[in-house]
């Protein structure tokens, strides 16, 4: 059990257009989801947490307004890349875990990941 | 501040066994994760860790001692496809994972 998966696991496009990342839980309900980044030969950095039915708390440094993170029901959470540039282009990883945060301790687990290139 | 520190980079032979240490400051303290990372892929969970002492689970052990804020994870009978990066996580008192860098393993022939 605990599989997750994300869509698209690649995708090219370019700048100023918005991708939309999609994340699913597929065999359990994630009251919790996380939005991670990673370029190249570099750890996780975490962007965002989002808990179902409301707003996403967002890392210093992470603009709101060009990530825009809905986790809409207990499987499905979205990220989307608004008016993207070249900068952006890096490895996009969603995790999700079955508690929410401050409840207790639960295991994250990732997507696939999904590799964004903007033009 | 919190930090997480392990080995950039550690090399070993197949078959044999290795250890990858990780040592952390953090505020607060609810478990401490492993995760195998293949590149190009995203993280696999490997172990989590709470109370003192070692787990076991087949070829890879955590083991864990939180007086002395230290992890280690243990591969044995080591095979080409455990090249890898190994990132340690420590969960704060805010629940939030801390990450280490991550330490990149080679296996050699």
């Known amino acids: 059990g605990a599989v997750v998966s994300q869509h698209p696991s690649w995708v090219i496009c370019k700048s100023g257009t918005s991708v939309k990342i999609e994340c699913r839980s597929l065999?359990?309900?994630?009251?919790?989801m996380f939005w991670y980044r990673q370029f190249p030969k570099q750890s996780l950095m975490l962007m965002a947490t989002?808990?179902?039915?409301?707003?996403?708390?967002?890392e210093q440094g992470v603009e709101k307004d060009k990530f825009l993170i809905n986790h809409a029901s207990l499987t499905l959470s979205t990220l989307t890349v608004t008016s993207a540039h070249p900068e952006d282009s890096s490895f996009y990883i969603c995790?999700?875990?079955?508690?929410?945060?401050?409840?207790?301790?639960?295991?994250?687990?990732f997507g696939p990941g999904t590799r964004l290139t903007v033009l | 501040g919190q930090n997480i520190d392990q080995p950039t980079e550690m090399t070993a032979t197949e078959g044999a066994i290795v250890q990858i240490n990780c040592t952390y400051q953090?505020?607060?303290?609810?478990?401490l994760f492993w995760y195998q990372q293949h590149a190009g892929e995203a993280p696999t969970f490997l172990s989590y860790?709470?109370l003192d002492g070692l787990e076991e689970k087949g070829r890879f052990s955590s083991f864990l001692s939180r007086s002395k804020g230290y992890s280690y994870l243990l591969l044995k009978e080591l095979q080409m496809k455990d090249s890898a990066s190994y990132l340690c996580?420590?969960?704060?008192?805010?629940?939030?994972?801390?990450w280490g860098a991550g330490t990149k393993l080679i296996i050699k022939p």
């Open positions: 995790s999700a875990s079955r508690m929410a945060s401050g409840w207790g301790t639960d295991t994250q687990y």
């Open positions: 860790n709470v």
């Open positions: 996580a420590v969960m704060d008192s805010n629940y939030q994972l801390i």
């Open positions: 953090t505020s607060g303290f609810n478990g």
């Open positions: 065999d359990f309900q994630a009251t919790t």
């Open positions: 989002s808990n179902e039915g409301s707003k996403a708390t967002y």
